[in-house]
C-alpha cells in the first residue's frame, strides 16, 4: 500500500530554520508532482509549495524567498527546506503526491498525515 510519511516538524525560534521531508513507500511505478500544503485550524488549507517531477517550482508568496522544495526521485522524496521562519508559519504540513502504484494504468492523489511546525516569536 502507497503511503506518505512527513518529519521534521517541531517547536523553532523565529528565525530559524527547520527542514521537512516527506517519503513515498510501498509499490510505486511513478510520482508526479509532489506539493506541500499547510493548515492552521479555522483557515483554509494553503498550497506552500511543489515540484513537478521534472523539478519545476512554484511557491506561495508568503514563502518565496525563504522556502525551497526540491526532491529525491531515487529515494521517493520531496523536501521543503525553511528558512527565517516566522510565527505565521506556525501550521500543520501536509505532504500530497500524485504517485501511479505498481500494476495500474492509473494515478491517485495522496496525502501524509502532517506535521506540526511550531514558531515561537
Known amino acids: 500500500q502507497v503511503q506518505l510519511v512527513e518529519s521534521g516538524g517541531g517547536l523553532v525560534q523565529a528565525g530559524g530554520s527547520l527542514r521537512l521531508s516527506c517519503a513515498a513507500s510501498?509499490?510505486?511505478?511513478?510520482?508526479?508532482?509532489m506539493t506541500w500544503y499547510r493548515q492552521v485550524p479555522g483557515k483554509q488549507r494553503e498550497l506552500v509549495s511543489m515540484?513537478?517531477?521534472?523539478?519545476?517550482?512554484n511557491y506561495a508568496s508568503s514563502v518565496k524567498g525563504r522556502f525551497t522544495i526540491s526532491r529525491d526521485n531515487a529515494k521517493n522524496t520531496v523536501y521543503l527546506q525553511m528558512n527565517h521562519l516566522n510565527a505565521e508559519d506556525t501550521a500543520v504540513y501536509l505532504c500530497y503526491a500524485v504517485i501511479r502504484p505498481v500494476g495500474t494504468e492509473n494515478s491517485y492523489n495522496y496525502w501524509g498525515q502532517g506535521t506540526q511546525v511550531t514558531v515561537s516569536s
Open positions: 515540484i513537478s517531477s521534472n523539478g519545476n517550482t
Open positions: 510501498g509499490r510505486i511505478s511513478s510520482i508526479g508532482v
